[in-house]
């Protein structure tokens, strides 16, 4: 089939006019104005599709946009722009929205099987028992504080430290259920020494000094007490010792500032 070429036909000077005067010598499009540009006589529906020289089928133009202008009529050019921009934009919002979503569904099945991972890990050091829908649900919310690596590294020190087997390989109930619960304050502590090496000692040092002390124990007191000493450079061993011998919380008190004491006046020897 060949191409259908238009049936151009010159406008008269007369309509041309009758045009331009109808639209204020303004193209419709841009609003700029005769003389500061060129104005021409547009089609409104193209001579291509069949339009007429028709006055109602004209329209004023400039140079410029005439040019530009691709075979829509004027009406539906602005119409069909925003109808398609609308469009573009609803697809697009579309597009991103399913983007978004599988991307949750991704982070989503990450986050199963991490959990599945973390489950038949420690399945395999503690056998006898398989983590129940609570447990997973346990993981899940430690799995927010810390990474997959820390809880692995807490999952290690929790069944070599709390774990009891029985003679046919499996785990007690009692100890399983221990060292599982004892996961994440494994990784809080791990944490901690981290940015501070005495930490775990210090911790160590604490849960003496809370077996010796039968009827009263602060634990937040007792550690900051710890603390307070260790940055008076009061050695790890001298504490252990404190600790030891506490038999009770206000010995324990008064132990650990006779230490402090005792070393503001070396260092004030020293001076
Ligand atoms: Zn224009």
Known sequence: MGKIKSQRKAIPKSVRFEVFKRDSFKCQYCGACAPDVLLQIDHIEPVSKGGDNNITNLVTSCANCNSGKSNKTLDDKSALAKQRAQIEELQEKQEQRKMLMAWKKGLRELKEDTLNDLCSYWNELAPGFTVSDNGKCNLSKWLKKFSIEEIIYAMDIAAEQYLIFKKNGTTTTESWEKAFLKIPGICRVERESKEDPDIKELYYIRGIVRNTCRYYFDNSEALELLKIARS?????????????????????????????????QEDKRQV
Request: charged letters at 25%; a positive charge; aromatic letters at 12%.
């Open 232 to 264: 008076w450079d009061i050695p790890m061993s001298k504490l252990r010792d404190i600790a030891y011998n506490a038999t009770s919380w206000t010995r324990f008190q008064n132990q650990i500032n006779k230490a402090i004491d005792d070393k503001q």
